[in-house]
């Protein structure tokens, strides 16, 4: 998969108001601002996202997804 495919995927499961992602086809890095990561913990925001992938993970067409997961109040402190 490409780095659009994984981004489309991920934007069609999650309500997302920023999404970056590079990687080398193998590993990624994410970063991802959703407001349905209000009120949860880290893992919790990882696991949702792991729910937008579904089996991709498993069968190794994503092999290593390493995220950053805001949300849109965390962001913009970020940014500032």
């Known amino acids: ?3 659009d495919q994984i981004k489309d995927l991920i934007a069609a499961n999650l309500v997302c108001e ?3 992602l590079d990687g080398d086809g ?8 959703s ?3 209000e009120g949860k913990r880290a ?3 990882h696991q949702r996202v792991y729910a937008t992938l579904g089996n991709k993970m ?3 067409e994503i092999h290593a997804l390493s995220m950053q997961t805001l949300t849109p ?3 913009a402190v970020q940014q500032a």
């Open 1 to 3: 998969m490409n780095a």
């Open 18 to 20: 920023y999404i970056t």
């Open 26 to 33: 193998r590993h990624w890095n994410a970063v991802i601002v």
């Open 35 to 37: 407001p349905e990561f």
């Open 43 to 45: 893992i919790q925001r």
């Open 58 to 60: 498993k069968t190794d």
């Open 73 to 75: 109040a965390e962001w």
